[in-house]
């Protein structure tokens, strides 16, 4: 069963940069799993901020990017706002139609 | 501009069968550039993907769901459904459906997750 890693939490100070990555269990993730980044407040759908590594989807600030970084799926945000405080998921695409979701990042912002 | 939602039982009874829809509009679900799926969210825990269907009728699913798991296509109503069956209570969460860009484009695939979400709904599983 594939495994997708996430740190489990994080923190950043306002205004500063942070990188939160995404990893396989066993493998590299490359652009062919075409990964995507999503973040979720409390009660809230997911909002998406990145799919295919590194396209920013529609009116997201481009303080948000995406990267591969070494074996990962990378996410940084610089210029860290108080309201970035939430969880963020990555997905990737492991082919034949199936998707697989990380555990998510508490992003605290302090 | 695309809006999906859900709709089903917010409460169903152990060993039955969840079944939920998803209502799309402002776009059609046979629209071949677009694969439809299914995601959970247990109460305080992660996403987890439960399956997905092309806008043919194909359905992928988490191997993990696959033996109790159907999702299937209602093109007459522009509206796509899940079945879970043999509920138990870890099956708790919040369900949300979504829109998965998937196509082809000059022979190389392109996949741009999920970019459109329902605003979710809540089932629960409890006698």
């Known amino acids: 069963q594939t495994v997708v890693t996430q740190e489990s939490s994080f923190s950043v100070s306002p205004g500063g940069t942070v990188t939160l990555t995404c990893g396989l269990s066993?493998?590299?993730?490359?652009?062919?799993?075409?990964p995507s980044w999503y973040r979720q407040t409390p009660g809230q759908a997911p909002r998406t901020l990145i799919y295919?590594?590194?396209i920013r989807s529609s009116g997201v600030p481009d303080r948000f990017s995406g990267s591969l970084l070494g074996n990962k799926a990378a996410l940084t945000i610089t210029g860290a706002q108080a309201d970035d405080e939430s969880v963020y998921y990555c997905v990737l695409y492991m082919g034949s139609g199936i998707s697989v979701f990380g555990g998510g990042t508490k992003l605290t912002v302090l | 501009q695309l809006q999906l939602q859900e709709s089903g039982p917010g409460l169903v009874q152990p060993s039955e069968t969840l079944s939920l829809t998803c209502a799309v509009s402002g776009g059609s679900i046979t629209t071949v550039t677009y694969y439809w799926g299914w995601i959970r969210q247990p109460p305080g825990k992660g996403l987890e993907w439960i399956g997905t269907?092309?806008?043919?009728?194909?359905?992928y699913y988490n191997p993990s769901l696959k033996s109790r798991v159907t999702i299937s296509l209602d093109t007459s109503n522009n509206q796509f459904s899940l079945k879970l069956s043999s509920v138990t209570a870890a099956d708790t969460a919040v369900y949300y459906c979504?829109?998965?860009?998937?196509?082809?484009?000059?022979?190389?695939?392109?996949?741009?997750?999920?970019?459109?979400w329902g605003q979710g709904t809540l089932v629960t599983v409890s006698s």
């Open positions: 295919s590594t590194n």
């Open positions: 269907i092309s806008s043919s009728g194909t359905p």
């Open positions: 066993s493998g590299s993730v490359s652009s062919t799993n075409f």
């Open positions: 979504a829109r998965q860009p998937h196509y082809h484009d000059s022979g190389t695939l392109k996949h741009e997750g999920f970019d459109y």
